[in-house]
């Protein structure tokens, strides 16, 4: 995964509250190989009336290439599948700002370069009206938390060990090899100190 601390795009609204993995991605579409993309499921059932036809008034169809999504209170509860972020990262989104996300979702968002960025619901309610038939190129920089929407500076919030491992790329593995020298050392100490519990080498 290739790390970022900087980026530029196009923003979108959906303004719902709730969404959850199943309708980021419904269960039917999860046995296509990923090497296929799951970018053309993303919200599958509410960007699409009965016939299956894309709705003209719902604002993911309304904006082309958007990157950057303001959504709702909650985004990406239900079920812990990682096929919902697969769907957003391949449909080109790099970053989501909401009041609040399913934890296991945010988690699952990092470990694959999608920002989950925390923002007030004061806030998610004011950009979504902005950005209802306008056009909004955003700035987002992971160095100082903060993303500009047009005039608009908009702080943001991030856990440290996940903005950490967004900039750099890094997976749990990689992060927790920054303490590899600290590991080494509390392992030689521990076994100084209480020796019974490292396994003696069989002669």
Same mark, same amino acid.
């Given at each position: 995964? !290739?790390? @970022?601390?900087?980026?530029? $795009?196009?923003?979108?609204? &959906?303004?719902?509250?709730?969404?959850?993995?199943?309708? =980021?991605?419904? #269960?039917?579409?999860? %046995?296509?190989?990923?090497?296929? *993309?799951?970018?053309?499921? =993303?919200?599958?059932?509410?960007?699409?009336?009965?016939? $299956?036809?894309?709705?003209?008034?719902?604002? =993911?169809?309304?904006?082309?290439? #958007?990157?950057?999504?303001?959504?709702?209170?909650?985004?990406? %509860?239900? %079920?812990?599948?990682?096929?919902?972020?697969?769907? &957003?990262?391949? !449909? *080109?989104?790099?970053?989501?700002? !909401?009041?609040?996300?399913?934890?296991?979702?945010?988690?699952?968002?990092?470990?694959?370069? &999608?920002?989950?960025?925390?923002?007030?619901?004061?806030? %998610?309610?004011?950009? !979504?009206?902005? =950005?209802?038939? +306008?056009?909004?190129?955003?700035?987002?920089?992971?160095?100082?938390?903060?993303?500009? +929407?047009?005039?608009?500076?908009?702080?943001?919030?991030?856990?440290?060990? @996940?903005?950490?491992?967004?900039?750099?790329?890094?997976?749990?593995?990689? &992060?927790?090899?920054?303490?590899?020298?600290?590991?080494? #050392?509390?392992?030689?100490?521990?076994?100084?100190?209480?020796? @019974?519990?490292?396994?003696?080498?069989?002669?």
């Amino acid at each position: 995964m !290739a790390g @970022w601390r900087r980026h530029e $795009g196009q923003a979108v609204r &959906l303004p719902l509250a709730n969404v959850d993995t199943d309708q =980021l991605i419904p #269960a039917r579409f999860m %046995s296509v190989p990923r090497a296929e *993309g799951y970018g053309r499921y =993303l919200l599958h059932d509410l960007r699409r009336d009965e016939s $299956g036809v894309m709705r003209r008034d719902f604002p =993911l169809n309304t904006v082309d290439q #958007a990157s950057v999504l303001v959504a709702g209170a909650n985004f990406g %509860s239900g %079920s812990s599948r990682e096929a919902a972020v697969y769907a &957003l990262v391949d !449909a *080109g989104f790099r970053v989501v700002f !909401a009041p609040s996300f399913g934890d296991i979702f945010a988690s699952n968002a990092v470990n694959n370069g &999608l920002l989950p960025a925390r923002i007030d619901a004061d806030t %998610s309610d004011a950009l !979504a009206e902005m =950005l209802v038939g +306008f056009p909004c190129k955003v700035q987002i920089d992971l160095g100082t938390c903060r993303a500009t +929407f047009g005039n608009h500076d908009v702080p943001f919030t991030l856990d440290e060990n @996940w903005r950490i491992k967004l900039m750099n790329g890094w997976d749990d593995i990689d &992060l927790t090899q920054q303490h590899a020298m600290a590991i080494d #050392a509390f392992r030689e100490r521990y076994a100084e100190t209480s020796p @019974w519990t490292v396994p003696r080498k069989r002669s």
